[in-house]
Every structure is written in structure tokens, then in C-alpha cells.
């Protein structure tokens, strides 16, 4: 069965520095990989997605994700991070069977101090 | 222009009654999806449809009832609600297939009292 580990419930980083929030997965067959933003009272929004090809993948707001097949994991970065990117953050898998699914991590939620 | 969107924003109702929540997206998707997030913050798939037919069900009591009209639009139907009830439910919609990213409603705070 399909499932998505984020293994951090809260990840704190100064602004400026880089961020990291770690995923992990687990799949039978190609991984379909993606990240996912919810700010507070709002809906999720999509930031990026691993479909297949360059394993550095870039999407909004400056961030990227790094699909790593060996170690089954896609970590959302960031060189620099803002203030404005406190929010909670998801990482999902697209079951391949019918339907497609998709299967959301437990969420992270991203402090970024002034 | 909201893409996708739902009504109402709020719902708050006591025990036993039954509600709606209603979804419309203008972003021309084939695919529209129910999720429940629980309090904290777990999202969970409820039902999906793709061009008006159900094809995911998840294990959801059969209180909950889904219908779409149309490819635009997707309501969710509540019967006899329950405490354990109270969570946000999204409507989100997307293309066909594993590669498409989905795009979500604000979101309706549901509250049983």
C-alpha cells in the first residue's frame, strides 16, 4: 500500500537561512510526488510536483524538491526562507491503481522567525 | 474567478440534523474530490468523481452522500450528523490521472453541537 511519512511535526528555521521539511514514501511502481502548502484558514495550494525526468524539481514561491529514488524521499528547500512562508506543509503520493488516489503525509508545520 | 469554490464557509448545527455543502469549479477539470481534515490537521480522501461517476469510496459512513450534477460541481449531503462529525471539509478538483496536481476550495468549518 501507499504511504507518505513526514517525519517532522514542526521544523523551525531563522529567515534568511535554508529550509528543509523531509518526506518519505513508500509505492509499488512510479511514485507521483507533491507538495503541497496550506496557510491558516485557507485551502491547500500546490507548490511542485515529481513526475518523472530531473530530479531537482522547482515550483512556487522559490522552493524546490529533490526526488531521491534510493532513499525514497522528496524534501521540499529552500535557499532562503521568508517569514511569509510559516504555513503548514503536505506532502502527498498519487496511488497508481484505480482511482488514483492521493495519499497526504501528516503535514509539517514550517516556523520561520524574524 | 475563484477556481474552486464552496458555500457555505461556516456551518454550525446541532446533533441529529442533516446538512449540505455545495462545490463549483469554473476551471474546466474532469475530476472532483471530498476530503475531510480533523482536528489535527490529517486530510483523509472521502469520495471522488470523475466526469459524474463515483470512483473513489472511501470507508465513509453511508450518512455521507455525494452527488454531482455535473462536471462543475459536486455536493456533499449529510445525514443524522454526529459530534465526530465536526472537521473541515474540502472539495478539490484536478484533471484526469496520477500526474495532475489538484486545486482545492477554501475549505467549510463544519461544527456539531
Known amino acids: 500500500a501507499q504511504s507518505v511519512a513526514q517525519p517532522e511535526d514542526q521544523v523551525n528555521v531563522a529567515e534568511g537561512n535554508p529550509l528543509t521539511v523531509k518526506c518519505t514514501y513508500s509505492v509499488s511502481g512510479n511514485p507521483y510526488l507533491f507538495w503541497y502548502v496550506q496557510y491558516p484558514n485557507r485551502g491547500l495550494q500546490f507548490l511542485l510536483k515529481?513526475?518523472?525526468?530531473?530530479?531537482l524539481v522547482k515550483g512556487s514561491y522559490g522552493f524546490e524538491a529533490e526526488f531521491n529514488k534510493s532513499q525514497t524521499s522528496f524534501h521540499l528547500k529552500k535557499p532562503s526562507a521568508l517569514v511569509s512562508d510559516s504555513a503548514l506543509y503536505f506532502c502527498a503520493v498519487r496511488d497508481n491503481t484505480g482511482g488514483f488516489k492521493t495519499i497526504f503525509g501528516a503535514g509539517t508545520r514550517l516556523f520561520v522567525k524574524a | 474567478d475563484t477556481a474552486v469554490s464552496q458555500t457555505p464557509k461556516y456551518l454550525v448545527t446541532q446533533m441529529g440534523n442533516d446538512k449540505s455543502i455545495k462545490c463549483e469549479q469554473n476551471l474546466g477539470h474532469d475530476t472532483m474530490y471530498w476530503y475531510k481534515q480533523d482536528s489535527k490537521k490529517f486530510l483523509k480522501i472521502m469520495f471522488s468523481?470523475?466526469?459524474?461517476?463515483?470512483?473513489i469510496n472511501e470507508t465513509v459512513p453511508n450518512r455521507f452522500s455525494p452527488k454531482s450534477p455535473d462536471k462543475a460541481h459536486l455536493n456533499l449531503h449529510i445525514n443524522s450528523l454526529e459530534l465526530g462529525d465536526s472537521a473541515v471539509y474540502f472539495c478539490?478538483?484536478?484533471?484526469?490521472?496520477?500526474?495532475?496536481?489538484?486545486?482545492f476550495g477554501p475549505g467549510t468549518r463544519l461544527t456539531v453541537t
Open positions: 468523481y470523475n466526469n459524474k461517476e463515483l470512483i
Open positions: 478539490a478538483s484536478s484533471l484526469q490521472g496520477q500526474a495532475y496536481e489538484q486545486y
Open positions: 515529481y513526475i518523472t525526468g530531473d530530479n
